[in-house]
């Protein structure tokens, strides 16, 4: 077994009744046994690639007569639909164990497998929140010309429990796409080029090694810095190897010598991101609140100041307890711009505008400088401490 300065690797024994987590480790063995020897509610997210049970009977080839490298490992043969269904139940119980009151999994599986997963989650109580489509840019034929190219796998997202408040970075995925809701529908290119890992022979060490990219977006989606990630089907260490790289904690689990050896290599090589540039978009609603008297009670707006409209239209007198007046409407911020613009209801942050070298500017940009003056003295406070 390789060894490894960044990753931990626990070999034969389970780490039952340990207070802290083996996080950045590689547990070895069976991943329902070493997931019952963790601690309860102590996971943030599980990331699974469980067996899909192919159930293929002969190996597949192209027609050319060529040998097509697939999934014909044991770890993917059950003697029955109900052999992989008691396989399932169990390892999803102990998944489900060790989440969160708030925590949630992702499970990914093909047409053969992801049907059953979806029913044993809802049997265990997981609540489902999307399902995902990963649509790959670059699928395998379908050599025999007997049925569509399959060309996406699906992916679950669900929360431990309806009543889970679970981490979505709804801002951040935003962001990603372009300032566009993200939809639930992913196209990623299968695992190809340097990235695909393989052995001497020129071999994929795993067959179905997943893209980067695609972990990438479900922890950038659904974990925050700091965050435990378990993956029970740990493989080549792909979990790993994105979690190191966004400041996150890992627990891998792998029975197969040679996957783990393969993974060690690899997550060594993972240099993490400065801390600066994993911060994300915060959601509006997770912001200090400001009111808008408390830019008064600050000094950075003065009773008296006139505020105007984008093209000068409305002019209204700022008050000292807050309020505004515009001609016979008094009120606040919000409602003045409202009841001026006839309108049922007006964000009067981005309605307003004062006067800043010569220019109009939003009052918006005062409550982002008071909400950057609080964090500062919030960050104070905590190294003073």
Known sequence: MLRNKSVKVVEKQLIKNEQ???IDTILIGD???QMNALPENSIDLVFADPPYNLQLESGLTRPDQSKVDAVDDDWD???SFAHYDNFTNAWLKAARRILKPNGAIWVIGSYHNIFRVGTALQNHGF??????????SNPMPNFRGTRFTNAHETLIWASKSQKSKVTFNYEA???ANDDVQMRSDWLFPICTG???LKDENNDKIHPTQKPEALLYRILNASTNVGDVVLDPFFGTGTTGAVAKKMGRNFIGIERETHYINAALKRIAKIK???ADALETMRPKRKEARVAFGSLIEQGLIMPGTYL???KKKHKALVRADGSLICNKHVGSIHKVGALVQDAAACNGWTYWHFEKNGKLALIDELRFEMRASMQEEIATIKISA
């Open 194 to 196: 340097g990235e695909r």
């Open 173 to 175: 995925m935003k962001q």
């Open 20 to 22: 802290k987590l083996p």
């Open 31 to 33: 991943c329902i046994e």
């Open 77 to 79: 043969k059950f003697d």
């Open 272 to 274: 993490p991101m400065q």
């Open 308 to 310: 105007f409209d984008a």
């Open 127 to 136: 609540w489902m929140l999307n399902d995902v489509i990963w649509r790959k």
